[in-house]
């Protein structure tokens, strides 16, 4: 099970839907940007959306710079990136009307933001050369692709948006959809997209989410990959969306956000345990999750 924070504090989006060339990819940009916030607005969570003309550069950094001028340590934010980018072999550039956008000049506004937990997901081609700029240790980045040469347009964008409304990607089922899981969602249904088509696949997606070292194709405690990611809910399902509702709820669901994190927390330190101890430990800390559930429930 992985931990999910459940947005009790504000969480504020930016979605982006940059320039598609052509009238397919122009409109099908500002479909998936309008879907991102028709699935992700609720009273805690903040969206900013910029498509068509209106995605320019000043426009998208003026609303960085107001996340920045609000947003407080114990809050979230996420940046989500749909369209093309091009990669010269030096620096990415996200492709917006104008001056495009390039991945140091976003970085650096990113930077400013206090949110103590970040999200980047930059759905574009060349994506993966924009993760180093993107890369801090209290922010998670998912891309497309696995560098800057994977050029073509991805799916992957798609599936990702799909992801968000499809309980299905809630894979261990505590009603909340995370950063981490909509990744796997996608990333699974990318790679069959193109086991269907009969094609070789022109893109590979990655995650990178402590700070250093590279992306991974498959995050897991072995490679240290994916907690961060884990912890960052984008939606809630069902009966935890209703539970937020009421103040004393909201009380518990943030107590057994605790317990899932000092879960998570344990699987990634097993392997440096004693075995008695590690499992000790776990009994105690599902035992209090299953206590806080049926109080929860009640």
Do not use: C, W
Not at 41 to 51: P, Y
Not at 122 to 150: D, M, Y
């Amino acid at each position: 099970m992985i931990a999910a924070y459940l947005l009790l504090s504000t969480t504020y989006v930016v979605t982006v839907a940059g320039l598609g060339g052509e009238p397919d990819y122009e409109q099908r940009f500002a479909q998936q940007a309008a879907q991102i916030e028709t699935l992700l607005k609720n009273g805690d969570t903040v969206v900013k959306t910029f498509s068509g003309p209106a995605a320019t550069r000043q426009a998208v950094s003026a609303a960085l710079a107001q996340v920045a001028a609000e947003a407080k340590p114990d809050d979230a934010f996420a940046l989500i990136l749909i369209g093309h980018g091009t990669f010269d072999g030096s620096e990415y550039k996200f492709n917006l009307p104008g001056p495009d956008f390039t991945a140091s000049e976003m970085g650096a506004a990113l930077d400013k933001i206090r949110a103590g937990r970040q999200l980047v997901v930059n759905t574009t081609s060349a994506s993966g050369a924009s993760l180093p700029s993107f890369q801090h240790p209290k922010r998670a980045v998912i891309a497309a692709t696995k560098s800057g040469t994977e050029k073509n347009a991805p799916v992957f964008a798609r599936y990702f948006v799909e992801a968000l409304r499809d309980p299905a990607a809630d894979s261990d089922k505590n009603e909340a959809i995370t950063a981490l899981e909509a990744y796997r969602y996608a990333d699974q249904k990318t790679a069959a997209y193109y086991e269907t088509q009969k094609r070789l696949a022109t893109e590979h997606p990655m995650i990178e989410d402590t700070g250093v070292g590279d992306g991974v194709r498959a995050p897991s405690p072995d490679n240290g990959k994916g907690q961060a990611a884990g912890r960052f809910a984008l939606v809630k399902l069902g009966a935890a969306q209703k539970a937020a509702a009421t103040p004393e709820k909201r009380a518990l669901l943030a107590k057994k956000e605790q317990v899932e994190i000092s879960i998570d927390k344990l699987k990634y330190q097993k392997a440096a345990m004693p075995q008695e101890e590690y499992k000790r430990t776990m009994q105690t800390l599902l035992l209090e999750l299953a206590r806080l559930q049926e109080e929860i429930d009640r």
